[in-house]
């Protein structure tokens, strides 16, 4: 299979070429996948897909243009040649487009091993979703499900260029998921959820760890009130502090960088963060949720500190955003079939600390243990933040009761520079973080 869609790729920029292109790349992706939904004891969905995309961009002079299509006849890839070249030669000039130079390109990719080579059965994942939720709904005080999840899938991705760059590659990746109701309409309800996501089977969390995890995270908010407003720390539990680290990268994406919208813009080798703090990269880890071994322009991509004990040290930069910056592209490009290449990452995660989570709650008389935070009240430009939260509250360095109907406020810069950060790190979601402390932080309660 990666052979012919290289050929078929290969094929259609000789053509795009013939047409009047004087350059172009080409992607097909396909995938298929299986989902199951299990709710309040029954099988409530079985789907299953499969399909996939071939995607041509054409380079002529500094203009360009991208079509997409399903369909993989001989008429429709010559219909898609005519008409990227002829819509390419309609639009604006670029003088930033352009694919990397040959020798850009990466000679030595690893094996990031990221396809399982075994497939579960949609029987294993029934059975997955009956055990999430019946575990789930196991657990005393849990009224209601939103249902059990399980699903997997497969996916064939094949990029040629022409300037030489080729690479095809098969990944696999599912989750386990449930979510569940605690309480009643007189005595309030709460919901929550616990998922674990995997590229291989067996790294799954079991699904009976899953839903119980899921019963235990809802009933244990039952009883929750508002808070007095002020100004006190504020703990972000693992799960909700990767929302923070999520900011951040937003914030030194290279398109935002080059457009001048975000906060970070100027802080290029400065510190962002406390000097404890480090934010690390690595794209080649085994089995990691987004590992890959280049990026999707070709360029070698590799392990980097985002942010070494508090400072900035790179963008994360395509060809064309490192062109608008005058900077060296850092392989950050990536790319489907109807879209041009931009910025974004690979695995990502804060490190750990060396503090538990319960020691970094033990000296605060008074604050908030973030477990879920709501809404988009972020400011990319401004680094201001406002969000709606639930969670606990902390009183002489213990989890108190539960909380909710609460906004905290702060900006970004100085949530990062107040950072503490804990030792209870899990790579796990691509994303990830350990639970995180920020004092002085504005709450806005009762």
């Known amino acids: 299979m990666p052979d012919d869609s290289l050929n078929v790729l290969n094929d259609l920029i000789a053509k795009a070429k013939t047409a009047g292109a004087d350059a172009a790349d080409a992607i097909i992706a396909d995938g298929e996948s299986t989902s199951v939904t299990y709710r309040l004891g029954e099988l409530e969905q079985l789907e299953h897909s499969e399909g996939g995309d071939v995607g041509l961009r054409v380079l002529v002079g500094k203009k360009q243009a991208i079509v997409s299509s399903s369909d993989r006849s001989s008429e429709a890839l010559s219909e898609l040649v005519d008409r990227a070249v002829a819509m390419a030669k309609t639009v604006p000039d670029d003088e930033l487009l352009g694919l990397a130079d040959p020798d850009q390109l990466a000679t030595d990719l690893p094996d990031v091993d990221m396809c399982d080579p075994e497939d579960i059965s949609t029987e294993t994942l029934i059975e997955a979703a009956r055990t999430c939720e019946d575990y789930a709904r196991a657990i005393?005080?849990?009224?209601?499900?939103?249902?059990?999840?399980?699903?997997?899938?497969?996916?064939?991705?094949?990029?040629?260029?022409?300037?030489?760059?080729?690479?095809?590659?098969?990944?696999?990746?599912?989750?386990?998921?449930?979510?569940?109701?605690?309480?009643?309409?007189?005595?309030?309800?709460?919901?929550?959820?616990?998922?674990?996501?995997?590229?291989?089977?067996?790294?799954?969390?079991?699904?009976?760890?899953?839903?119980?995890?899921?019963?235990?995270?809802?009933?244990?908010?039952?009883?929750?009130?508002?808070?007095?407003?002020?100004?006190?720390?504020?703990?972000?539990?693992?799960?909700?502090?990767?929302?923070?680290?999520?900011?951040?990268?937003?914030?030194?994406?290279?398109?935002?960088?080059?457009?001048?919208?975000?906060?970070?813009?100027?802080?290029?080798?400065?510190?962002?963060?406390?000097?404890?703090?480090?934010?690390?990269?690595?794209?080649?880890?085994?089995?990691?949720?987004?590992?890959?071994?280049?990026?999707?322009?070709?360029?070698a991509n590799k392990s980097r500190h985002l942010i070494d004990n508090g400072v900035l040290t790179t963008w994360v930069l395509d060809l064309r955003s490192a062109r608008k910056l005058g900077l060296a592209p850092t392989g950050h490009a990536s790319r489907g079939p109807s879209s041009p290449p931009s910025p974004s990452v690979t695995n990502v995660n804060l490190v750990a600390g060396e503090q538990s989570p319960e020691q970094l709650i033990g000296d605060i008389e008074s604050g908030l243990y973030v477990t879920d935070a709501f809404g988009q009240g972020v400011n990319g430009v401004t680094g201001d933040y406002s969000r709606g939260v639930s969670g606990f509250w902390i009183e002489n360095g213990e989890l108190a009761y539960p909380v909710n109907e609460i906004t905290i406020a702060s900006n970004l810069k100085d949530m990062f520079l107040a950072m503490t950060a804990a030792n209870d790190l899990e790579l796990s979601r691509g994303i990830d973080s350990p639970t995180v402390r920020v004092d002085g932080m504005s709450i806005a309660g009762s």
């Open 140 to 299: 005393k005080g849990v009224t209601n499900s939103e249902g059990a999840q399980a699903n997997w899938g497969r996916s064939r991705v094949a990029i040629a260029a022409s300037n030489g760059f080729q690479r095809a590659y098969e990944s696999t990746g599912g989750s386990f998921s449930a979510s569940v109701l605690a309480g009643d309409v007189e005595s309030g309800m709460e919901t929550d959820y616990e998922y674990t996501s995997a590229v291989y089977a067996r790294d799954f969390k079991s699904p009976e760890e899953v839903g119980r995890t899921a019963g235990e995270r809802a009933v244990r908010k039952l009883g929750a009130h508002k808070v007095k407003s002020g100004k006190f720390p504020v703990v972000f539990e693992s799960r909700a502090a990767r929302g923070l680290i999520s900011h951040f990268l937003g914030a030194i994406n290279g398109s935002a960088v080059a457009r001048g919208t975000t906060f970070l813009k100027d802080s290029m080798d400065t510190a962002v963060f406390s000097d404890a703090i480090k934010i690390i990269e690595d794209p080649h880890r085994s089995r990691g949720m987004r590992s890959k071994p280049c990026d999707a322009e070709g360029l």
